[in-house]
């Protein structure tokens, strides 16, 4: 390092206070202790920290408590906060309230330094502030409570790095709020890159995260780029995440601890700065019970869950969806419809949508397709036969 980064060290255990001082100033910082969190305030009051690390169980104010006030006062602190693996629901709630990772006790002290390497170095501190971003104009329909609810939870945790864990029946729209993130985030200048973990082989699908080096093995001919470096200070979106194999999760929750990997046949780690969104229509705590799915991973991923309802929940959106879509196919397809007359929106709205907003997508393209190219309106006639008998 060319000038040291002095970092704040709060614990009640003399033992472990000592430990990260000493293996703090190895690696070239400047550290302070603290006992409590009483007197981590009036350190943080006297000196100018980039990075504080505390414990949560303490004498007085916990360490959550301690995040919150420098939160307040100090809001450009990084904060790492190390708790023990049963509390990991509250340290998760941290992060929604700004916390910059957690750790586990008894913790990784390699991984604790990378943490705090990430959170004092400027290239990873968090983008600016995504206010600007959140004028931007974005196509999201939402009349029913559920979906302007789950809108304004987007705008509010657009601008942090947090993992998103969106979830809901297939077609439901978690690709849509995957890109409406990014385009809502100060990351939204950078790429947002896709990828589907459903039905690839494992060795596909590595190779896909992660790329490989030349000659890594038979037919490599070339160095390739994996997903997670083409979305290098972007974000990537993993949908279907509870289809990823038990060795990929393993490699995933790395990128995830340690922001960096390994392609296949790399000799040296990579560097990442990603914001990471996944989706999925699986109950993914029965699959950690049917130990399918690692609960580590699972606590790194929802960091914010977002649940998108159906849309047979969410029936105040359907008309408004229609005639998105109509638009939207008319013009693609050459046609003039514009409208929908009362029968054919009565159809729409007596059904009941198993498959979705990708079904009412499909159906509306459909109708277009099958109406006359001089029809400026859509009839019940037009639409799949059962939905005239809704």
Not at 10 to 32: C, H, M, T, W
Not at 193 to 206: H, K, N, Q, R, V
Not at 248 to 257: D, E, F, S, W
Not at 338 to 367: C, D, F, H, K, T
Request: charged share 25%; with cysteine; aromatic share 6%.
């Amino acid at each position: 390092m060319n000038e040291k980064k002095n970092i704040l060290i709060v614990d009640d255990e003399p033992n472990i206070r000592r430990i990260l001082q000493v293996s703090f100033e190895k690696a070239g910082y400047a550290v302070a202790v603290a006992e409590d969190a009483h007197r981590a305030q009036q350190a943080m009051e006297s000196s100018r920290f980039d990075c504080m690390v505390t414990d949560v169980t303490m004498p007085g104010m916990t360490g959550y408590e301690l995040q919150t006030w420098s939160q307040e006062h100090f809001p450009n602190l990084p904060v790492v906060i190390m708790t023990a693996y049963g509390t990991i629901p509250q340290a998760i709630t941290a992060i929604r309230n700004g916390a910059f990772e957690f750790v586990t006790k008894p913790f990784d002290l390699e991984n604790l330094k990378k943490i705090v390497s990430a959170a004092v170095n400027e290239d990873s501190k968090p983008l600016p502030s995504a206010k600007k971003a959140k004028g931007k104009k974005v196509d999201f329909i939402a009349e029913s409570p559920s979906m302007k609810e789950i809108y304004e939870l987007v705008e509010q945790v657009a601008d942090s790095r947090a993992s998103v864990l969106i979830t809901g029946e297939s077609g439901a729209g978690k690709e849509v709020i995957a890109n409406l993130l990014h385009t809502l985030s100060p990351r939204a200048t950078k790429p947002l890159i896709a990828c589907s973990c459903a039905a690839m082989p494992e060795t596909l699908l590595e190779s896909e995260l992660f790329g490989y080096e030349k000659g890594a093995f038979t037919g490599a001919v070339g160095a390739k780029p994996g997903r997670f470096e083409l979305a290098d200070k972007g974000s990537l979106f993993l949908d279907e995440i509870g289809e990823i194999p038990g060795t990929i999760q393993a490699k995933l929750l790395r990128v995830l601890q340690e922001r960096e990997f390994e392609r296949h046949g790399a000799t040296k780690p990579t560097k990442v700065d990603v914001r990471l969104i996944t989706a999925t229509n699986r109950d993914l705590h029965a699959e950690v019970e049917a130990g399918n799915f690692r609960l580590d991973l699972l606590y790194r991923l929802q960091v914010v869950e977002i649940h998108l309802p159906p849309l047979r929940e969410r029936r105040e959106d359907i008309l408004p969806l229609a005639a998105f879509f109509l638009t939207k196919f008319s013009s693609e397809n050459e046609r003039k419809v514009i409208s929908m007359s009362l029968a054919a929106q009565n159809s729409l709205l007596a059904y009941n949508w198993p498959g979705n907003v990708r079904e009412l997508s499909n159906v509306i393209e459909r109708a277009v397709v099958m109406s006359n190219r001089e029809e400026e309106q859509l009839e019940a006639q037009h639409l799949p036969k059962q939905l005239q008998v809704a």
